[in-house]
């Protein structure tokens, strides 16, 4: 047994034997079993975003299948997705890595300037494809966003109370928030908080700019001297503020880019502390080979800094 892993878990008193053996099962997978670091692979875009938006550039990703072996292949800690494709894989690869059913999800079909996912999964869904934990998006900024933590606080109880670990994706958006905002540093600090306070185990947020969004907290920023000027110290500011480093915190992936792009952002996030990256369009986009070297790599950057 690892010591960090055993750290970890000692940060979730409160949680069943149930949901810390399943956050044991994602922490004790794959190429970073035992480092306390974790990459997950999460395919929701075709549901967010379309099919040929997110699988056109390597069209073997329209196969459930192909994420579940990418998944595997490449060592992740888990996979996520939404209720389709789980259910597409789940008895061919029953088992072989933990995964995370996405419970609710938007579509673009529709654009509203204060968003709401709908719930398009259940826990029991869940228990029934054997997965390891849920995942829910919230969305602080939206005019809606008491409703997705009420919701969310619902979930979350159903879902520790039948042994499932819950992850939250938290994204500010919405029009309490300028586009500048949604990944501002204090924005994401914020969201972080929230999440843990909402009790998420694992929190995914955005790698956060250095840009400020709120006067209030631009005050406390320059009186406090607050370092925010690298993407390293803002990732440590954010780890800080879930709970002083005792929430597991990952990093989105965000839109495709180049490969010495994805390395540079990961190597920040290693740099400031993060646990691990989430990350889909920048490795399923790319021939299966590629992806895993890309996936591998990021790995390594973890490895080396746990």
Known sequence: MSDRVEEILSWYGSDSPG?????????????????????????????????????????????????????????????????????????????????????????????????????????????RLGCAAIGFTIYPGSEYRNEMYSEFREIAEEAKASGLPVVLWCYPRGSGLSKDGETAIDVIAYAAQISAQLGAHIIKVKPPTEHIEQEAARKVYLSENINISTLSDRIEHVVQSAFDGRRIVIFSGGAAKGTEDVLEEIRGIAKGGGF???????????????????????????????
């Open 19 to 127: 949901v810390l053996k399943n956050l044991r099962w994602m922490l004790e997978t794959g190429t970073l079993a035992g480092t306390g670091k974790m990459v997950i692979l999460p395919v929701d875009q075709g549901f967010e975003h379309g099919p040929a938006r997110t699988f056109a550039k390597n069209e073997a990703g329209y196969d459930p299948h192909y994420h579940f072996q990418l998944a595997i292949e490449a060592g992740c800690n888990a996979y996520a997705a939404p209720l389709g494709f789980l259910e597409a894989g789940a008895r061919e690869y029953a088992g072989r890595i933990p995964t995370i059913l996405k419970l609710n999800n938007s579509d673009s079909l529709f654009s509203a300037e204060d968003p709401k996912p709908a719930i398009t999964g259940s826990v029991e869904d869940a228990l």
């Open 276 to 306: 691990g990256s989430i990350m889909g369009r920048n490795s399923f986009q790319r021939a299966k080979a590629d992806g895993i070297e890309l996936l591998q790599t990021v790995m390594e950057i973890y490895r080396q800094s746990a």
